[in-house]
């Protein structure tokens, strides 16, 4: 079947503005936007620049705007979404070129909450730090992220503000402030205790819908909320 | 990386400005809008249903506000609503003005728009003094 890819192009060295360019590609229905996006750049047009890896909804490489809606080019098929598609780079942060985003601010944002284990405990008689199945479902949700930032950036508040921590970089402070073996969840929530912190969050909800990996993102938000508030009342 | 990104990362990692402010505001936030749920919905039936809109007059409201517990209703009606939508606009403010000095002046004005309207409606509210005679209560 013929499909039509609206793609926005830019190319700082010799495009002032970024434009719309329209390609035509047979593809099977079955086929995902990411097989239309190589068949364009290996058959085509070799300077069409978008960034992808794995191909399969793991590494969170080939986020992008699909009809106006943040997925993955490798998880969206062509039939559900049209003989017709317009693809675009995700917003609210620096195009570098065609589709592929300067992503450094986001990881800026997501290193501010300090995403790693913090114990200087010695682990319990030398071995491993155990867990229950409760302590580890208690936050089994966001330890789904692959920080592809289709959430932070299909956010309003961070569009308008780009100091916003971000829903991405929340729900990885999430992942540890709720994990039983961690003990930087002070630190963690004084950064997310600010104007920049999780008090942006307006409950909008487009993060939870963007997210592919669905990771219930404003639910893990509104927890933060949560704890913050009943650190500071205790 | 840019510079107002590092400037707001110095800033983060101190105290954040105004302490808990802004915990305290999305706490405010919270239990007003359920408490204007009752408050402007019970509003709604009493002067729709219960008074209806024709019969509402001067002497209505003045013999509603004989009785103190009305107007401590009415008082806390406004409050709650104008404190829960001016702080509602204060957090369109730190969304969308971005220019310091604008910021500034735009959180000025809403102060200073917030303290006239609780002023006057609490100057009006508490200092009524109904005309006589007064309509009987509905």
């Given at each position: 079947m013929r499909y039509v890819f609206r793609i926005q192009r830019f190319n700082p060295e010799t495009d002032k503005a970024p434009y719309y360019k329209e390609y035509e590609v047979e593809l099977e229905p079955t086929d995902r936007v990411l097989d239309g996006l190589n068949q364009i750049k290996w058959n085509i047009d070799g300077t069409l620049t978008y960034r992808r890896s794995c191909a399969h909804g793991v590494c969170g490489s080939d986020a992008m705007r699909i009809n106006g809606t943040n997925a993955l080019a490798c998880k969206v098929l062509v039939r559900d979404v049209g003989p017709k598609v317009t693809i675009e780079p995700i917003l609210g942060l620096p195009v570098i070129r065609d589709l592929v985003v300067d992503m450094d601010p986001f990881f800026e944002q997501y290193r501010s909450i300090s995403p790693f284990l913090i114990n200087d405990e010695p682990p319990p008689h030398g071995r491993e730090r155990l867990q229950s199945i409760e302590e580890r479902e208690r936050y089994d949700d966001t330890t789904?992220?692959?920080?592809?930032?289709a959430c932070t950036t299909s956010c309003p508040s961070f569009w308008a503000n780009?100091?916003?921590?971000g829903p991405a970089a929340i729900v990885n402070a999430h992942r540890f402030i709720f994990d039983s073996r961690d003990r930087g969840a002070a630190r963690r929530l004084e950064v997310l205790n600010s104007r920049t912190g999780v008090w942006r969050c307006h409950t909008i909800y487009n993060c939870t819908v963007a997210c592919p990996r669905e990771i219930q993102v404003t639910k893990a938000i509104g927890e933060v909320k949560q704890a913050i508030l009943y650190r500071q009342s205790t | 990386m840019n510079q107002t990104l590092n400037a707001a990362f110095v800033n983060r990692r101190g105290r954040p400005p105004g302490g808990n402010f802004e915990l305290y505001a999305w706490f405010f936030m919270r239990i007003s809008g359920v408490l204007l749920l009752a408050l402007a919905v019970f509003h709604l039936f009493w002067m729709h249903v219960v008074i209806g809109v024709d019969n509402i007059d001067f002497a209505v409201v003045a013999a509603r506000w004989e009785n103190p517990l009305w107007k401590l209703y009415d008082f806390f009606l406004l409050a709650f609503a104008l404190t829960h939508g001016m702080n509602g606009l204060r957090m369109i403010g730190d969304d969308y003005v971005r220019r310091p000095g604008l910021a500034v002046a735009f959180k000025a004005v809403l102060f200073v728009l917030y303290i006239a309207f609780i002023g006057m409606g609490a100057y009006i509210i508490f200092t009524f003094v109904p005309p006589e005679p007064v309509a009987v209560l509905p």
């Open positions: 789904k992220c692959i920080l592809c930032a780009e100091n916003y921590v | -």
